[in-house]
């Protein structure tokens, strides 16, 4: 059974640090590029970033360029997001997915819920 | 960026009825990278169509899609008690991955 843990949310103030984390068995992780996704009431579902298999590559949505790291240890068979200055509307529940299947994602974890307040 | 419009934002249906759900699109999709995601409270999304019309394994052929260009359509032919959920379509092109806002399928 594909499983996918996210972990490390919580209460943080503004311009505050998290680094989550998404724990994966079930499936062989060193071959899926992997995602995380956040979700809000007021903006839905919201892709944050995406890294290859190799970890070469990376990709942010504009709103966190600069400020989201996002690693993976294939080892582990683990998922990392590393968030620094973080802000009001970064508050959300953060997923980590993954997919084969013409970028779109069939595996997803619960969430992790961040809240960034004062 | 590519922008996804789902409409309408809330579906009031019975079940038994059809379901029709729309996701229009800023720019053309290619390479048929269009998919549907259904959500329940509580919990994550779950994948039901990728590549415009392709169904996920073990999802029941009442769910179909269909559409091309900048139009795409989910519809589920008759509502069963479980489907009354929310539906997310989502599109990828050129590194960037982008959701529509939902549209909430519920009991009339």
């Known amino acids: 059974e594909v499983q996918l843990v996210e972990s490390g949310g919580g209460l943080v103030q503004p311009g505050g640090s998290l680094r989550l984390s998404c724990a994966t068995s079930?499936?062989?992780?060193?071959?899926?590029?992997m995602d995380w996704v956040r979700q809000t009431p007021g903006k839905g579902l919201q892709w944050i970033s995406h890294i290859s298999t190799d970890s070469r590559t990376t990709y942010y949505a504009d709103s966190v360029k600069g400020r989201f790291t996002i690693s993976r240890d294939n080892a582990q068979n683990s998922l990392f997001l590393q968030m620094n200055s973080l802000r009001d509307d970064d508050t959300g529940v953060y997923h980590c997915a993954s997919g084969f299947l013409q970028n779109s994602f069939n595996y997803w974890g619960q969430g992790t819920l961040v809240t960034v307040s004062s | 960026e590519i922008m996804l419009t789902q409409s309408p934002d809330t579906l009031s249906l019975s079940p038994g009825e059809r379901a029709t759900l729309s996701c229009r699109t800023s720019q053309r999709v290619t390479d048929k990278q269009l998919a549907w995601y259904q959500q329940k409270f509580g919990q994550a999304p779950r994948l039901l169509i990728y590549?415009?019309?392709s169904r996920v394994d073990g999802v029941p052929d009442k769910f179909s899609g269909s559409g091309s260009g900048t139009d795409f359509t989910l519809t589920i032919s008759r509502l069963d008690p479980e489907d009354f959920a929310v539906y997310y379509c989502q599109q990828y092109t050129q590194s960037l991955w982008t959701f529509g806002q939902g549209t909430k399928v519920e009991i009339k």
């Open positions: 079930g499936f062989d992780f060193s071959r899926y590029s």
């Open positions: 590549g415009i019309s």
